[in-house]
């Protein structure tokens, strides 16, 4: 009786219809996501090591997947309308003490230590939110139902394993084999969620709006970007201390280089496969929307937040006035630094290559650039190798817009045109409401 309650007073939930953009509620919700992009590359930043990145890379891949989740939901249902708002920031307290709590997620083993807990318990929530709206919304599909509980074994194992990894490691006396089992469950966590979408198959899901499904991962690949703003701003140490040139340098480099990295995967390449999501249809679009965003994505915002990790420790060395300005930078900032950016080339080449069938020569060429130019690093001063790497992806971008000028200039008259009937469209669907009804008089 409660569930009817609600919609008699807050109003049902409303189906997604095709061409729907992203809502204001969604955009409001993705702000805890910026907090644990911030809170994964703040706790991993402060003791860079081989286990730290690896279990920075573990929180991220099963913050990704009720990411993921989150979008397949979002898709069938409109989550600003109805009684949908209460659920989402029930979902949103939940994500943010899983945020909060992922520093801890990985603590000593010798305890059962509240991080880990809080960690699982919020995962359960998150998930348990989703799964039972999703019921509510496909209550009228029996097909769809019975396609969701497929995914109901992965939401119960999953959970069963990040409870595990908090109560199982204490009770293990070795605290290096401790850690290795807890590591172990979450391993075993994100291959079940990454393999379950595999095997599942796309059949039985459907993309109503591709325009709302590129938008949504669009905005968070943003997201994600800013993360590197804010890393550069921190390794500048420019806040409350007094400006110097190599400080002011190195964080007009950072804002090129992440620039020319936005530009690498939004000129052409995001607003081509956006077409190409339109354009497919029934299980080649669900599959598309699956291989290309839902997963492709993941090791695209990998790359950001390593490269992020490298720039604010690269930064921090040309700021640092203890450090002399022609050393070299020590430790793992440059190998993060080109290595991310590496990795989230490599990661939109395959992006573009699901979606559009093609690769450019030129990001081949960059990514092969960019690993020549490590050991280079390696040995220059922090200065020149930040502006090294700004050179060369600054360079991709200048190379691309003479060689891919009548593509680049194709892509937009076909997207301008888009928009332009789109706006007529809608723009002549609308003067209908200025149209007199029978029951007024006409002047």
Known sequence: MGGFRWQER??????????????????????VFVFSFFIITRTT????????????????????????????VASRVRLGEGFVPVLMVVSMAALFCFALSLPQAFDDTEDVA????????????????????????????PGERRLLLKYSPELTVSTLLLTAAALIP???????????????????VVLLQYGMGLVAGAWGWTVTSAEHWTERYDLILIIAL????????????????????????????????????????????????????????????????????AYLHLPMIAGIILFALGAEEVVGDITDPEVPFTESTHGPGVPLLFGGVICYLSANMLF????????????????LLLAAAIPVGLVLPGLATLALLTAICVGLVGVEVVVKANERRALRERVFEEKTSHEAYEAAWRARWREPTSDEPST
Do not use: K
């Open 10 to 31: 807050l109003g049902p939930a409303v189906s997604i219809a095709p061409g729907a953009r992203v809502d204001r509620f969604e955009v409001f919700f993705d702000l």
């Open 45 to 72: 930043a402060a003791n860079i090591s081989g286990r730290q990145l690896l279990h920075a890379l573990l929180v991220l891949a099963v913050l990704w997947w009720c990411w993921v989740v989150h979008c397949v």
């Open 114 to 141: 509240a991080g880990p807990m809080v960690v699982a318990l919020s995962y359960v929530v998150i998930r348990g939110v989703h799964l039972l709206l999703y019921w509510h919304i496909a209550r009228e599909r």
């Open 170 to 188: 204490p009770q293990v006396d070795d605290p290096g084999r401790a850690a290795l089992v807890r590591d172990g469950l979450w391993i075993s």
């Open 226 to 293: 800013g993360e590197s703003v804010i890393s550069v701003g921190v390794g500048s140490n420019l806040v409350g201390q007094p400006p110097t040139w190599p400080a002011v340098a190195a964080a007009v480099l950072g804002r090129f280089f992440t620039a020319s990295l936005w530009w690498a995967h939004y000129d052409v390449v995001g607003p081509a496969a956006r077409i190409a999501l339109h354009t497919a249809e029934g299980r080649a679009r669900v599959a598309m929307a699956r291989d290309a965003y």
């Open 352 to 367: 573009q290559a699901r979606t559009l069938r093609t690769v450019y020569w030129t990001r081949v060429a960059a990514v």
